[in-house]
T-cell receptor, first 117, second 112 residues
C-alpha cells in the first residue's frame, strides 16, 4: 500500500519561532499534496494544496506568508509555520494523491501535533 | 464540491452490524464516494471507495443507490477497536486541482 510519512510527529516550540513539518510519500510519487489542520474534536480543515514545482494554492482565510509550503520534489512537501503563536497549536495532517491515479484516493500521513508555548 | 451530511454520533454494541449513512445531494457525475476512519491523534485511514451500486472489501461494504445522492457504510460485527470518527467524502481526480472536503464526520462508539 501507499505510505505517507510526516515528521516530526509532535513538536513543542516557543512563541515567535518557526517550525517545519515534512510530508513524504515513501513508495509513490505525488504530484499533489494537501495540508490540513485539525483542532480538538473538530474535523479536518483544508489549508492548502501543494503542487510539485509550483506555488501552493491556499484556502480562503489561510495566511500564505505564515504557512509556507514548498513542494520541491514528487515525494516531499514541507509546511513551515512562521513566527508561531499559541493559537497555531493544532494537529497538522498532510495527504498525497498518486500521480495519475484515476479515482483520487488520498493517502494520509500520521499527523504532526504542534504545541506553541 | 459536493457537501456531505452525516449523523454526528452513533453508538453500537460489540458484534453488531453498523450502518452509517451519508447524504450528498449535489454529487457530480465524475465524483467518487470515499470513506475514511480516524482515530484520535492519527491521520485518516482509507476504508472503502465506490461510484455506484455496492462495493465490498475485507473491512466494510459500501452501498450506493442509483441516484447516488446518498451512501451507506456498513461495518459488520464491530469491535471496540472500531470506535473512531468516520468521514464520508465526495470528489474526483479530474484535470486540475483536486481535493476532498471533510464534513463533520460520525463518531462511532462501540460499547462492550
Amino acid at each position: 500500500g501507499a505510505v505517507v510519512s510526516q515528521h516530526p510527529s509532535w513538536v513543542i516550540c516557543k512563541s515567535g519561532t518557526s517550525v517545519k513539518i515534512e510530508c513524504r510519500s515513501l513508495d509513490f510519487q505525488a504530484t499533489t499534496m494537501f495540508w490540513y489542520r485539525q483542532f480538538p474534536k473538530q474535523s479536518l480543515m483544508l489549508m492548502a494544496t501543494s503542487n510539485e514545482g509550483s506555488k501552493a494554492t491556499y484556502e480562503q482565510g489561510v495566511e500564505k506568508d505564515k504557512f509556507l509550503i514548498n513542494h520541491a520534489s514528487l515525494t516531499l512537501s514541507t509546511l513551515t509555520v512562521t513566527s508561531a503563536h499559541p493559537e497555531d497549536s493544532s494537529f497538522y495532517i498532510c495527504s498525497a494523491r498518486k500521480t495519475g491515479a484515476g479515482t483520487g484516493e488520498l493517502f494520509f500521513g500520521e499527523g504532526s501535533r504542534l504545541t506553541v508555548l | 464540491l459536493a457537501k456531505t451530511t452525516q449523523p454526528i454520533s452513533m453508538d453500537s454494541y460489540e458484534g453488531q452490524e453498523v450502518n452509517i449513512t451519508c447524504s450528498h445531494n449535489n454529487i457530480a457525475t465524475n465524483d467518487y464516494i470515499t470513506w475514511y476512519q480516524q482515530f484520535p491523534s492519527q491521520g485518516p485511514r482509507f476504508i472503502i471507495q465506490g461510484y455506484k451500486t455496492k462495493v465490498t472489501n475485507e473491512v466494510a461494504s459500501l452501498f450506493i443507490p442509483a441516484d447516488r445522492k446518498s451512501s451507506t457504510l456498513s461495518l459488520p460485527r464491530v469491535s471496540l477497536s472500531d470506535t473512531a470518527v468516520y468521514y464520508c467524502l465526495v470528489g474526483n481526480s479530474g484535470a486540475g486541482s483536486y481535493q476532498l472536503t471533510f464534513g463533520k464526520g460520525t463518531k462511532l462508539s462501540v460499547i462492550p
